[in-house]
């Protein structure tokens, strides 16, 4: 069993940036970040392999977001720059095989917000 508990999630002005941390219990799994804004449905965000040796990106936080993990302490992390008003949603931390879709995790954390204003 994983255990996710996500915190950093916040208000910040347009341009702004957050990081948000993931720390994790049990074995190690791919982790992958996931995104849901009101009215819409869950998105891909960022993924990493489970031994960090890979990460992919959805194309709108390409070059804005960095996924990353420190093994030692088992969090990972989602380094957010630039930040734009549509990127606010709630956002989840995911464990499991890992790819793009939410299908490839088992785990998953509680959900931190993070609204950006314009």
């Known amino acids: 069993q994983v255990q996710l508990v996500e915190s950093g999630g916040g208000l910040v002005q347009a341009g702004g940036s957050l990081r948000l941390s993931c720390a994790a219990s049990g074995r190690t799994y791919a982790m992958g970040w996931f995104r849901q804004a009101p009215g819409k449905e869950r998105e891909f965000v960022a993924v990493?392999?489970?031994?960090?040796?890979?990460?992919h990106y959805a194309d709108s936080v390409a070059g804005r977001f960095t996924i990353s993990r420190d093994y030692a302490k088992s969090t990972a992390y989602l380094q957010m720059n630039s930040l734009k008003p549509e990127d606010t949603a709630v956002y989840y931390c995911a464990a499991g095989v890992g790819g793009l879709r939410s299908t490839g995790y088992n785990y998953w954390g509680q959900g931190t917000k993070v609204t950006v204003a314009s």
């Open positions: 990493m392999a489970w031994n960090g040796a890979n990460t």
